[in-house]
Structure formats: structure tokens, C-alpha cells
């Protein structure tokens, strides 16, 4: 049960980091053209955000 909890917790905040690089992707696109340099490094990190956490969240739904 204790590595259930943990994953919830990890989940939690995978998923607030997740959302945040999307807003922040989001409000790049809209202020374009200003920032487009940003684009690869923020559309980056946004993707390896979101792999993480559907990698914990198929762990999740893995365990007993």
C-alpha cells in the first residue's frame, strides 16, 4: 500500500508540473512572434513532463 501512496504523491506532482509547462506553452504561442526562439527548449520539457507522468500513471494502474 506504502508504494501506491508514494506514486499518488508522485502523480500529484508530475501533474502540477505538467499543466504549468503547458500554460506556460500556451502563453508562448500567443504572444508569438516574440519568444519563438523558446519553442524547442519549452516544447521540451513540456513533452518529457507529460511522458513522465504517463509512465507513473501506467505504474499506477499497474499495481495490485
Do not use: V
Request: no cysteine; glycine share 4%.
Amino acid at each position: 500500500m506504502e508504494e501506491k501512496e508514494r506514486l499518488k504523491a508522485e502523480i500529484k506532482q508530475l501533474n502540477g508540473k505538467a499543466t504549468q509547462l503547458k500554460m506556460d506553452l500556451h502563453d508562448l504561442a500567443e504572444d508569438l512572434p516574440i519568444g519563438w526562439e523558446k519553442i524547442p527548449d519549452l516544447a521540451q520539457k513540456t513533452f518529457h513532463a507529460y511522458e513522465l507522468l504517463s509512465q507513473a500513471r501506467a505504474e499506477f494502474a499497474s499495481l495490485p
